[in-house]
């Protein structure tokens, strides 16, 4: 099977400071990544979808400079969220696909408290 | 706009068969999916269909589709107490990004 792990699965920051989250795909290629936050009771919500080597695709109000966004090979995607705040918090989960495949790998996710 | 609708709740006796439906209003979706994701974790494919199919059957799982109607029902046979979670019904849309509906969740009773 596809395996996609992320790092850190709980993070507690401070108010103002950044967090990266890191999206791995542990035994394939990933041509593409989404990131997904997921508020509680909530669906999924995508944030932005990223192409290996070029810019991340942001959705229609999401903060591309509050929320960096760099997927710089194959098997790696980070997400880094810059000055957090408390209502940053929330489930953060990244999925990945294959080139032209029709099958989205999910991440167990990260936990993100903001105090 | 693309959306999709499922119920919030669904409560089965352990041993009954669950059904679990959504409505989707995106005709040109080529796939549709299933997720399954367990208390504080994250989200595991179960199954998904593509849009020129009607049923798709795995083991105790079994997808309708209906596509005249835009529905798409999850059938688990013989629920378990292992099936509590929460199902999220998914659409593929045109960049491959997934559209989620907000999850039903199974509750099962003994």
């Known amino acids: 099977g596809a395996v996609v792990s992320q790092h850190p699965s709980r993070v507690i920051c401070k108010s103002g400071t950044s967090v990266k989250i890191e999206c791995r795909s542990l035994?394939?290629?990933?041509?593409?990544m989404f990131w997904y936050r997921q508020f509680p009771k909530q669906s999924l919500m995508l944030m932005a979808t990223?192409?290996?080597?070029?810019?991340?695709?942001?959705e229609q109000g999401v903060e591309k400079d509050k929320f960096l966004i760099n997927h710089a090979s194959l098997t790696l995607s980070t997400l880094t969220v810059t000055s957090a705040h408390p209502e940053d918090s929330s489930f953060y989960i990244c999925?990945?696909?294959?080139?032209?495949?029709?099958?989205?790998?999910f991440g167990p996710g990260t936990r993100l408290t903001v105090t | 706009g693309e959306d999709v609708e499922q119920s919030l709740f669904l409560s089965v006796r352990e041993g009954d068969s669950s059904v679990i439906n959504c409505t989707y209003t995106d005709s040109s979706s080529t796939y549709l999916y299933w997720y399954k994701q367990e208390p504080g974790a994250g989200l595991q494919l179960l199954t998904y269909?593509?849009?020129n199919m009607d049923m798709k059957q795995d083991q105790r799982l079994t997808v309708l589709l209906n596509k005249k109607d835009k529905h798409l029902s999850l059938r688990i046979a013989d629920t378990q107490t292992g099936d509590s979670a929460i199902y999220f019904c998914?659409?593929?849309?045109?960049?491959?990004?997934?559209?989620w509906g907000a999850g039903t969740k199974l509750i099962i009773k003994p």
């Open positions: 035994d394939f290629q990933a041509t593409t």
């Open positions: 990223s192409n290996e080597g070029s810019k991340a695709t942001y």
């Open positions: 999925s990945a696909s294959r080139t032209n495949t029709y099958e989205q790998y």
């Open positions: 998914a659409e593929m849309g045109s960049n491959y990004q997934l559209i």
């Open positions: 269909i593509f849009s």
